[in-house]
């Protein structure tokens, strides 16, 4: 047999397996074949979306499903034997695989990423390939693993019934922690977008050392009922009866895994301090999730119960860790162990890309200042001086204004799906209160229907709160739109949720990401595969930020040995007034263990400052921008025009070079959808040029500068040629009634055979009958070319 005519599959199966098997690996526990490790980026085209390629690796080999050793990339005879490494080097990385292979089936070229000095890469014959035990002992000696920590480092994953496996970065923020602790790290901290399952991996985590036996007493701390009850029923269920929730009534020592809300352990004078009923070494290991909130704070209550059980190992999660003046992550917990980001995560296809509608209203951009001695709606004086849109809803209502959002929110949904889950943040609880309002009159047939389509779903408000399960729930309709201040901003999974609309001044980074994250997570079962946010107070801005996605950065440096609570006379500078609302600082709790929410941020009053409420102040809205991923994975700023302009030259340089293209395909939909491939979203330009047009005439008119012509001129034209004069009565109709379908409807219509079972064609006779009346299928074909070579003649 000539091996040049070997494909990578047959060297694969015929040299690279027979070379593992001969080497000692288990083909059935450790070896396996074109492994996926990513979903795929799902790429949106106007509302149409669909997934990328996924990550394949040809081969990955494990000492035990938790440790990948090697990745190995095949290629065929024709290609060098190391052809394959760039490639498997780029995996390598991403899956933090220390041993890297290619291999035309002639031998295998390694690359040994745990090498510091001498060989790095080099050639191995197909009969030396390294054993399993060979690179276990090379792995170890590279992690630093002895004899005592290897039981802890290789114990194996919890696999569910299901066979669900955590994924690659699942893994790795795992492994990384195990063997950190290991190694007797004791403050850990890990950051993953929200949605990328935190709480899986804190549940692998905790699963391992407790059946390793390395931590038997274990804390897990959150700040919300829903961050502690989700998680005790969902996913740590395995772990039976020794699992227990921690609370003022139950102070019990007889179990091994405990649950536990800040608020229930710990407080003020009125509350008693749970956690002292433990001794200060009772647990060994205590995962805080969301520790971006109170444990961030040096000077917070909830900070004491960590302080309280210092010997334990902490392991602080978060999607966005907290570096500012006031409080540190990092300062506490250290340099992240492990960062999964959402730009990744949307890379990977793990999580719903977005796209960005921002609207700028005249009042926003001009101001509106009162005339001498107005007064607003009950007679209250309003000061004389110029409001802008960082006072709107905290010190000056418009009306008008408010009612112009929730407008253009039920447009939106109008022309995508009125059911689609939508949250709405404000500023505050009044404001939330007046959105909520303003929403239900826009949508008055289906409130009639359901009272809960528009919900307020805030801290002090208790039907609302009561419906936040079913908001939550995708198989549950109601509620569709919810309108919210604070509560919605972390710690909730929605994971239908298609809209989230900011209308509130965000300053914080941090506050900004939370937010982002609620809708991030993908559900393609219910029809959610992306999102979008609708920014009316130019918030998205601070996706330009270089902290946005970025590594976090400590602001203020406190000493190896200095108490991370900063001298009295040290300066902060101050937070936005988002931050500083008391939404993240221990104010003290109700006398309920449920309670479970920060307080919203109440309304202006509340905080000494007075509102004012203007009446019949007309607002409109200046501009709409639509902003877009570009082709590699970017946010562009860009006009639609402009960004679709560039698209199209770059795949057309003029307008003579796309009609040789345009003509020379058989169906024209054939390079529509290409363009729609490559970023020209036709349903978006269309409502821009606010004109029915062809794909063609959008192209020719945007990116070339040609006068267009509707759908219904092109086909006018056509029929005053007489072209039909050479067909059959029967013929002739179903060609004019063609270009109707084609002036109504557009050209997928026109080519798409089937739409001959239709009416009014079904009316004329069978799809048979009427293709033959064009002498068969062949005659049927040449007739739509000559239609649309009369349709495009005048461009």
Not at 153 to 182: K, L, M, S, W
Not at 262 to 289: H, M, P, T, W
Not at 445 to 459: A, E
Request: glycine share 6%; proline share 4%.
């Amino acid at each position: 047999m000539n091996k040049k005519t070997f494909s990578e599959t047959d060297i694969r199966t015929k040299f690279i397996t027979p070379a593992l098997v001969n080497a000692g690996w288990d083909i059935q526990k450790q070896v396996r074949e074109e492994v996926a490790f990513t979903a795929g980026r799902i790429r949106v085209r106007g509302n149409l979306t669909n997934r990328g390629t996924r990550k394949i690796a040809d081969y990955v080999l494990y000492l035990k499903p938790n440790i990948p050793l090697a990745i190995i990339e095949a290629k065929d005879f024709k290609h060098e034997i190391g052809s394959g490494m760039q490639q498997a080097l780029d995996y390598a990385g991403l899956l933090d695989v220390p041993f890297v292979y290619s291999s035309n089936g002639k031998g295998f070229l390694e690359h040994d990423r745990t090498a510091s000095e001498g060989t790095v890469e080099r050639e191995v014959d197909l009969n030396s390939f390294p054993s399993p035990e060979e690179l276990w002992q090379r792995y170890k000696r590279w992690k630093g693993i002895d004899q005592e920590k290897e039981n802890l480092v290789a114990q194996p994953y919890h696999i569910d019934e299901r066979g669900f496996a955590p994924r690659y970065y699942q893994r790795i923020a795992i492994n990384r922690t195990i063997e950190a602790i290991a190694k007797g790290q004791r403050r850990i901290l890990l950051v993953m977008a929200t949605g990328t399952g935190k709480t899986v991996t804190a549940f692998q985590i905790i699963w391992r050392l407790w059946k390793a036996g390395k931590n038997k007493r274990i804390l897990y701390l959150a700040d919300r009922n829903i961050l502690v009850d989700d998680p005790k029923r969902k996913y740590f269920s395995p772990f039976g009866d020794v699992v227990t929730k921690l609370s003022r009534r139950n102070t019990s020592k007889a179990h091994e895994i405990y649950f536990g809300l800040y608020q229930a352990v710990s407080g003020n004078e009125e509350f008693q301090d749970v956690y002292k009923n433990y001794s200060r070494d009772f647990f060994d290991l205590i995962i805080i999730d969301e520790c971006h909130r109170g444990s961030a704070s040096a000077e917070s209550a909830w900070r004491e119960i960590l302080e309280y059980f210092h010997s334990a190992t902490q392991i602080g999660m978060t999607a966005t860790p907290r570096e500012n003046k006031k409080v540190s992550n990092i300062d506490y917990f250290g340099d992240p162990l492990y960062t999964y980001s959402l730009k990744q995560g949307i890379d990977d296809g793990f999580l719903a890309p977005y796209k960005v509608v921002r609207f700028t209203f005249d009042r926003d951009a001009e101001g509106w200042r009162p005339t001498r001695g107005q007064v607003d709606r009950f007679g209250e004086e309003i000061p004389d001086r110029e409001y802008n849109k960082k006072d709107y809803d905290r010190e000056l209502v418009l009306d008008e204004r408010t009612k112009l959002v929730a407008r253009k929110v039920t447009e939106f949904l109008q022309e995508t799906d009125r059911y689609s889950k939508s949250i709405i943040f404000c500023t505050d609880i009044d404001h939330a209160e007046r959105m909520r309002s303003a929403l239900i009159n826009e949508n008055i047939d289906l409130v009639n229907r359901d009272s809960r389509y528009v919900m307020r779903i805030t801290g002090d408000e208790p039907s609302g709160k009561m419906e936040l399960d079913n908001f939550m729930d995708p198989e549950e309709t109601y509620p569709v739109i919810a309108t919210t201040s604070k509560l919605l901003t972390t710690g909730v999974d929605i994971p239908t949720c298609k809209l989230i609309v900011l209308d509130s001044e965000i300053n914080s980074m941090t506050e900004f990401k939370q937010i982002i994250g609620r809708g991030t997570r993908i559900s393609e079962d219910y029809g959610k595969s992306y999102f979008t946010i609708m920014d009316f107070r130019d918030v998205t801005r601070l996706f330009a930020d270089p902290d946005f996605d970025g590594d976090p950065v400590q602001s203020h440096e406190f000493g190896a040995d200095q108490s991370p609570v900063p001298p009295p006379d040290f300066s902060y500078e101050e937070d936005s007034p988002e931050e500083d609302t008391g939404y993240f600082e221990d104010e003290g709790f109700p006398d309920n263990e449920d309670f479970d929410e920060y307080p919203d941020t109440g309304d202006s009053e509340s905080k000494g400052r007075k509102k004012f409420y203007v009446d019949n102040v007309p607002v409109k809205v200046l501009n709409r921008r639509v902003q877009y991923y570009d082709e590699d994975g970017k946010l562009t700023t860009e006009s639609l025009r402009d960004f679709s302009r560039k698209n199209i030259r770059k795949n057309f340089s003029s307008l003579d070079e796309f009609l040789r293209y345009w003509n020379s395909k058989e169906k024209k939909q054939a390079v529509v959808d290409e363009l729609q491939e490559k970023g020209v979203f036709f349903d978006d330009l269309r409502k821009e040029v606010d004109k029915p047009l062809d794909p063609f005439d959008l192209v020719c008119h945007i990116a070339f500068d040609q006068p267009p012509l509707s759908r219904r001129e092109r086909a006018e034209q056509v029929k005053k040629q007489n072209y039909f004069g050479k067909y059959s009565d029967t013929a002739r109709k179903v060609l004019e009634n063609l270009l109707e379908k084609y002036a109504d409807e557009g050209l997928e219509s026109l080519e798409d055979i089937k739409i001959l079972k239709l009416r009014p064609f079904n009316e004329l006779g069978t799809v048979t009958e009427l293709v033959q009346e064009f002498g068969g299928s062949e005659g049927y074909r040449q007739a739509i070319q000559e239609i649309e070579q009369e349709l495009y003649r005048s461009a």
